[in-house]
């Protein structure tokens, strides 16, 4: 003899089902969410109202930091970072450097891409500390690619990236 249970005990059940479904759901909520979210969250939502206002601005000084570009394709930021690197190089003990700096390219913009193409060979550690001097100097180079491969007990270091130069355009 089978007993049906009554909606009493049906409502009660589908209470404590529901009840327990919310306890395993902010459990998990709660292992699932990093310690540090809100801060996290925080930083992100700054960076991105900094982007935002960076891409509606038309692109002034302020927009990069001191330095970060040249001031103008006519002007010899470019050479003088060429003749630090290549100073750094020869600090480096690096052998076979070749530094080229292209053409400044206006493309209508208030920004000038100049190419630049970096290849040196030495030691692993000399190269490395060539490319952390690199990161240092004024005007900032943007690095497109590197490219790092053993040549023998050696390591040779191919990076090609740009230089960026105000047109005042």
């Known amino acids: 003899m089978t007993e049906r249970l009554g909606p009493l005990w049906m409502a009660l059940a589908a209470i ?41 601005s038309p692109g002034n000084d302020a927009a990069f930091p001191k330095g970060a570009v040249c001031d103008s394709i006519e002007g010899q930021a470019p050479i003088q970072l060429r003749d630090a690197l290549e100073q750094a190089a020869s600090a480096q003990s690096l052998r076979r450097v070749q530094i080229s700096l292209g053409e400044a390219t206006e493309a209508g913009g208030k920004l000038a891409p100049i190419p630049l193409r970096l290849e040196a060979e030495g030691s692993y550690d000399g190269v490395l500390n060539w490319m952390d001097q690199a990161r240092r100097l004024t005007p900032t180079i943007f690095v497109d690619t590197t490219d790092l491969s053993a040549a023998g007990p050696d390591t040779h270091l191919t990076m090609v990236g740009r230089v960026f130069c105000w047109t005042r355009g």
């Open 16 to 56: 404590v089902a529901a009840v327990f479904a919310l306890g395993a759901s902010t459990a998990l909520h709660a292992i699932a969410t990093p310690q540090d979210y809100q801060s996290r969250s925080q930083a992100l939502e700054n960076q991105t109202r900094r982007i935002e206002a960076l891409a509606k």
